[in-house]
């Protein structure tokens, strides 16, 4: 697609639910990143997929969070057990890989986001 | 810890000013620094990024400069227009191995033009 699309665009539901975020990148990005955006805070990152290797999964906060690429495209990002604080808008980013060395300069493109209310 | 912290945290101004929005950070080894612009309900679009031997960068109306030796870095709004309100947010990347990025993000400078 032309852009980084994510959906729900607002996801409300109850404290103890299991939720799921969808995100579509650019065709042919090979990176995709997952990042949690606070009321006040700066992007937290969550989760990064790079091609077929192992995703960087450092910055979930915990084992209640998730996500899967498949066939390197699409992801969903799972959230089981859903607290108040997990409320915040997700947002997903895809980008080229270039350089193959230390910190290629990738532009990524960011999706609307998610946002997600648990009440 | 990397680290990445702008001033001022908001900014008002009128239509037609300038405005200059500030970046330090401490993130090692560096990479590149970029500047998102973020309208309200939307994801960060991306507005300059730059390289270590980069001083600065230009696009349009908004003019970037790094100092990597002081860590710093500004981002200048000219001729501001109503459409320029936004948060404007300051990530800077550490270079890893394979070619991704571990990126800091700022909490941004959230900035509003009036007439």
């Known amino acids: 697609g032309a852009g980084v699309s994510q959906s729900p665009s607002n996801k409300v539901t109850e404290k103890g639910k299991d939720v799921e975020l969808r995100c579509d990148p650019i065709?042919?990005?090979?990176?995709l990143y997952w990042y949690r955006q606070s009321l006040g805070q700066g992007l937290e990152f969550l989760i990064y997929f790079q091609g077929n290797s192992a995703p960087d999964k450092s910055g979930l906060p915990s084992d209640r969070f998730s996500a899967e690429r498949t066939g390197g495209s699409v992801s969903t990002l799972t959230i089981q057990r859903t607290q108040q604080e997990d409320s915040a808008v997700y947002l997903c980013?895809?980008?080229?890989?270039?350089?193959?060395?230390?910190?290629?300069?990738?532009?990524?493109?960011f999706g609307a986001g998610s946002r997600l209310t648990v009440l | 810890k990397n680290q990445v912290e702008q001033s001022p945290q908001s900014l008002i101004i009128l239509e037609g000013k300038n405005c200059t929005l500030q970046?330090?950070?401490?993130?090692?080894?560096?990479?590149?620094l970029r500047w998102y612009k973020q309208d309200t309900g939307r994801g960060p679009v991306s507005l300059t990024i730059m390289t270590f031997s980069e001083n600065t960068k230009s696009n349009g109306r908004y003019t970037a400069t790094l100092d990597a030796d002081t860590k710093q870095s500004s981002l200048h709004i000219t001729a501001s227009q109503l459409s320029d309100s936004a948060s404007y947010i300051c990530?800077?990347?550490?270079?890893?191995?394979?070619?991704?990025?571990?990126?800091?993000f700022g909490t941004g400078t959230q900035l509003k033009v009036e007439l």
């Open positions: 970046c330090n950070y401490t993130v090692s080894p560096f990479s590149n």
């Open positions: 065709s042919g990005h090979t990176a």
């Open positions: 980013a895809s980008s080229l890989v270039t350089g193959g060395t230390l910190g290629g300069a990738n532009v990524l493109t």
């Open positions: 990530v800077v990347s550490a270079g890893i191995t394979g070619g991704g990025n571990k990126l800091t």
